[in-house]
């Protein structure tokens, strides 16, 4: 019973990640209703998991609940997605400013294997690859903050803001200058220059707002016609 009960929350966050890849890859796009019977057949997953995953992801805002018809895929709204990026430049900035006295040689060298990483996804024009490795690069930075509830909510702003970001990486110019942007980020934080690296990472969040609200543009306009 011990290791079934360890499982469990493994399997939700399995199930989640899965919805959250076939969001991004437009696999289930937006407006488009869950069906949890099909969904547990595809993922080969009983519904509790995928309930509870579809409650998570809900509260982040990827999915959004309708009253007796369940589950469908959040529709991008600009007035919400520059809402969240205020928010998130807010508390990314004062994260990164506390993070950099304590990034360690350690974390830049695993700051340029994601990078590494980062090139070969963009090369190949892997947008979700990509957005899981900006993740990571971000995370690295991050996780050395000492305040953990800091890190707590930009952690959280981060995956209410997944469901934007994708739009982004869909143009080709945007993933272009997001890894030149990441790429002087690197080497920002290897100068331990921490002015250049809060003003590479409040450029990086505002083109990330103007990618998307061109994006959600496109689409919108996409349906009118």
């Known amino acids: 019973m011990g290791a079934n009960a360890l499982n469990v929350p493994l399997l939700h966050a399995a199930v989640m990640d899965r919805l959250v890849e076939m969001i991004v890859r437009g696999e289930l796009r937006p407006g488009q209703r869950l069906y949890e019977i099909e969904l547990c057949e595809r993922l080969g997953v009983s519904r509790s ?5 579809i409650r998570k992801l809900a509260a982040d805002g990827l999915l959004h609940i ?3 018809r369940g589950a469908a895929v959040a529709p991008p709204s600009k007035t919400d997605a520059a809402a969240l990026y205020a928010c ?3 508390v990314q900035i004062e994260c990164v400013r506390l993070a950099m006295p304590q990034i360690t040689e350690a974390d830049t060298l695993r700051l340029a294997e994601v990078l590494r990483q980062m090139r070969a996804a963009a090369a190949e024009a892997d947008t979700y690859a990509y957005l899981q490795l900006v993740g990571e690069f971000r995370g690295v930075i991050d996780r050395a903050c000492p305040n953990k509830v800091l890190v707590e909510l930009v952690e959280g702003l981060w995956r209410r803001t997944l ?12 993933l272009t200058n997001s890894l030149a942007n990441h790429e002087q980020l690197l080497a920002a934080i290897r100068d331990r220059d921490t002015e250049h690296v809060l003003k590479l990472t409040r450029k990086m969040i505002n083109a ?13 306009d996409t349906k009118a016609s």
Request: glycine share 2%; charged share 35%; aromatic share 6%.
């Open 49 to 53: 998991p995928l309930r509870e995953a």
């Open 208 to 220: 990330s707002l103007d990618s998307i609200l061109r994006g959600i543009d496109l689409l919108e």
């Open 66 to 68: 309708e009253p007796r």
């Open 163 to 174: 469901r934007f970001r994708y739009i982004a990486v869909q143009n080709a110019a945007h």
């Open 88 to 90: 998130r430049e807010l």
